[in-house]
Nanobody, 119 residues
């Protein structure tokens, strides 16, 4: 069992920044990939970014150049730095743990944190 706890969501104006954090109950160096997903109202949950145990980041096209995923293995924490936020980034953001590579449906999810970007 892996418990994931997110924090850092909130309300920000367009063009602003937020940093999301996700702390894992298990060493993230024992999890093949950690990811961030988001789900906007009326839409399917989508993968935003993930980072492999080897440290390789991957991003969905819509956030490339604006979002940065990183990790602190000593703290078992993964971050999502979001800059240049747009109203269309408004969603509930979920941290997830993948135990397969290439990634498939995550085995564990956090509770989610709301990000709201006002225009």
């Amino acid at each position: 069992q892996v418990h994931l706890v997110e924090s850092g969501g909130g309300l920000v104006q367009a063009g602003g920044s937020l940093r999301l954090s996700c702390t894992s109950s298990r060493s993230i160096l024992r999890i093949p990939s950690m990811g961030w997903y988001r789900q906007a109202p009326g839409k399917q949950r989508e993968l935003v970014a993930h980072i492999t145990v080897g440290g390789m980041p991957h991003y969905v096209e819509s956030v490339k150049g604006r979002f940065t995923i990183s990790r602190d293995s000593a703290e078992n924490t993964v971050y999502l730095q979001m800059d240049g936020l747009k109203p269309e980034d408004t969603a509930v953001y979920y941290c997830a743990a993948h135990f397969t590579l290439p990634i498939e449906t995550p085995q564990y999810w956090g509770q989610g944190t709301q990000v709201t970007v006002s225009s």
